[in-house]
């Protein structure tokens, strides 16, 4: 049986259960995962898309108990459900909101909104949000403080390199927001897609070295090509991944560019970008 049944809870902890969504995929992995905490007053985290039969899963797991709906982002496959889970059981919504930029959810428009390292605390557990802007701004990893679990929808994916779609999406701010999880004290990791990660700093810090190792690439292929538009660094740059994942690498190209261009390292002109001298 696979590790994600669908509509089915799936104990990580005394208090933190699992349930992933029917919407596996190149960008999504097995599905999203959707994270329960607490059995006596619930909070959920990442309702998920909008799919029929997963929010009639995560309502019948969590009953009359379900209090909080916090979500890690405003993106389509994670907070879509969040509408009908909440019109069910009366739960809160909570959760940061940014203007549309054509990939965030439009229907999750009201919610209470959160400050870094703001606290829930429950007889069962304690929820501190953790703001991790980078995949996009309005991110918020969530720390399971008595499992030193934490979910970071997708901050960290499991598996797979996270896409940063500019202006929401910005690398610079990533690759901070991977730093700060550095001063967490974490056991794992509960990722929006994949499954648990042990050693969470090892993985932070190799994060952390494959974008530098990709800003180099970007920054050793402008030198190499002299002043070129991205679509032509993409497949120099993106020579190890598959062709059919080019059309989303070039959006962290991007992102790779406008770091560069912060850095005062690269600059656009007309439409070709160049090394700064
Ligand atoms: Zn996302």
């Known amino acids: 049986m696979s590790s994600f049944p669908y509509g089915e809870a799936v ?3 005394s208090r933190v259960r699992r ?5 596996s995929g190149p960008m999504t992995g097995p599905g999203t995962n959707s994270y329960l905490i607490g059995k006596e007053r619930i909070a959920l985290v990442d309702p998920g898309p909008a799919i029929d039969s997963h929010i009639a899963a995560l309502i019948a797991i969590v009953g009359d108990r379900l209090k909080w709906i916090f979500v ?3 993106h389509r496959d994670h907070s879509p459900a969040a509408k009908a889970v909440a019109a069910a059981t009366g739960a809160e919504l909570v959760g940061n909101i940014i203007e549309n930029d054509g990939f965030q959810d439009p229907s999750f428009t009201e919610a209470r909104s959160l400050a870094n390292d703001e606290c829930l605390k429950t007889d069962e557990f ?3 949000a953790v703001l991790t802007p980078g995949h996009v701004s309005n991110h918020v ?16 994916m499991g598996g797979s390199t996270v896409v940063i779609i500019p202006p929401a999406g910005d690398m610079a701010d990533y690759i901070h927001s991977l730093e700060r999880m550095l001063d967490y004290d974490l056991s794992h990791l509960a990722p929006g897609h994949g499954d648990l990660i042990d050693a969470p700093h090892a993985e932070v810090k190799h994060l952390i070295a494959h974008r530098l190792k990709r800003e180099r690439k970007v920054s050793d292929a402008l030198a190499k090509l002299g002043p070129c538009p991205l679509s032509a660094l993409l497949p120099v740059v993106y020579d190890d991944v598959a062709e059919s994942l080019h059309q989303m690498a070039a959006k962290s190209l991007l992102a790779h560019l406008l ?9 656009l002109v007309g439409d070709n970008w160049t090394l700064v001298d």
């Open 126 to 128: 304690t929820l501190r």
């Open 72 to 74: 890690t982002h405003t």
């Open 11 to 13: 104990a990580l902890s």
């Open 141 to 156: 990893c969530y720390l399971v403080e008595e499992d030193r679990m934490l979910i970071t929808g997708d901050h960290i």
């Open 19 to 23: 349930v992933t969504a029917p919407n």
């Open 259 to 267: 770091k560069l261009d912060t850095d005062g390292r690269a600059k």
